[in-house]
């Protein structure tokens, strides 16, 4: 279904095209072709109707009576872990997220979705399917149950829902891509395949080097080789959410090209954006008023989003400006602090903090269920 949106030009909407290719030569210009790449593997099996994932996933391919081909081979990748894959780092980076939590769920609200929103193109389809815009607190609690079995030990195992919910994504990335791709209004020419492969690896920035950078805004303190684990749990997470080896960061440098590339190519936000930040603050800010008086709770949302993603890509999408905006320069110095005091104080004390954190993790998620009414995992659920 998607053939006939392969192997075009450069979509004429992106900007900069020439600085991308005098920045960052050939690497710019793979970036550029691949506007056009899906995920062949999920694209074939959702072609064929995506029968019998689910029983694929809990009991293994040979379950399933008579799979397709293309099942056969999506699964033959999964099945297959990657030569480079150290569980024992997915484990180790899933405590570190873990242990952190909180302030993980308050940088991918208010740093990494803003991030991504500076790009119009890259934020069609959920300007299209409107599941955002129209209930945020929904698709962050699927999110969220996502990421929950990501940030667990052993969650990404190939029998772990965290691994499971992640193949899950990945074909609704491709049913979404496959609904696009019929539709009148997508703008091929403009804007290139849906969830192409640029984004989808710009999406593990928003989820690892744009957070983590936020998060030291607000104290977090990782050490070298932690981050080398966050990373690396990343890289493989990639992997199994069908990003491409080529555009699969593994490094810091990876993740400063891919975050450039995405800021050079952004063509700035459209209202479906705006309408989706708007969205999302509602969401965050209903959050921050359980810990800080109500009529605080927006501005206070406000400046921590002006703080992480600056003045002028806040002024473009409809942040509005506010004093609170200087609070994470003021307080996570003192954050700091008070982590490098417990943990060195307290016996065991930074390994105390990860188990509480793993424990409150799902006692919090079946909080916000409860608060707003969620009773699946992930869309496909209720599609």
């Known amino acids: 279904m998607l053939d006939s949106l392969t192997d075009r030009t450069v979509p004429t909407a992106l900007p900069q095209v020439d600085v991308v290719l005098a920045r960052h030569g050939a690497r710019g210009q793979r970036w550029l072709d691949a506007m056009w790449q899906g995920d062949p593997l999920a694209d074939r099996v959702v072609d064929d109707g995506a029968l019998d994932v689910r029983r694929a996933l809990a009991h293994g391919i040979d379950a399933v009576g008579a799979p397709s081909a293309a099942l056969v081979d999506l699964f033959a990748a999964l099945d297959t872990p990657p030569r480079w894959l150290d569980r024992d780092r997915c484990d180790r980076a899933a405590r570190h997220l873990a242990r952190q939590a909180s302030q993980y769920g308050i940088v991918l609200g208010a740093a990494s979705l803003l991030s991504g ?18 209930n945020a607190a929904v698709r962050s609690i699927e999110v969220g149950s996502w990421l929950g079995g990501v940030m667990t ?33 997508w703008d091929a020419a403009a804007w290139g395949l849906p969830i192409c492969q640029p984004y989808m690896s710009f999406t593990l920035a928003e989820f690892c080097s744009i957070a983590l950078r936020a998060m030291r805004r607000l104290g977090v303190r990782y050490t070298d080789d932690e981050l080398v684990d966050i990373h690396h749990l990343w890289r493989y997470t990639g992997h199994v959410v069908g990003v491409a080896p080529d555009h699969l960061p593994v490094t810091p440098e990876d993740y400063a090209r ?30 921050a008023a359980r810990f800080v008086p109500r009529p605080l709770a927006r501005p206070l949302i406000h400046g921590l989003q002006r703080a992480f993603v600056g003045d002028a ?19 996570g110095p003192l954050t700091a ?15 105390r903090r990860t188990g509480r954190a793993l424990r409150r993790q799902p006692v919090e998620l079946a909080r916000l269920r409860r608060t707003y009414a969620v009773d699946h995992e992930l869309v496909d659920d209720v599609a």
């Open 117 to 134: 929103a500076q790009s119009s193109i890259a934020g069609k389809p959920l300007t299209f399917t409107g599941r955002y815009a129209s």
């Open 153 to 185: 030990p052993g969650g990404m195992q190939r029998d772990a829902p965290g691994f499971a919910q992640t193949v899950r994504v990945r074909l609704i990335h491709a049913h979404v891509r496959a609904h696009l791709s019929r539709d009148p209004d």
């Open 258 to 287: 891919i975050e450039d590339l995405y800021a050079l190519t952004a063509d700035g936000p459209d209202d479906g954006d705006r309408t989706f930040v708007a969205a999302l603050t509602d969401f965050q800010a209903a959050e």
């Open 313 to 331: 890509i806040a002024d473009d999408l409809a942040v509005p400006d506010t004093p609170w905006k200087h609070a994470p320069r003021l307080l």
């Open 337 to 351: 602090l008070g982590y490098a005091a417990h943990d060195g104080l307290i016996p065991g004390g930074r390994a």
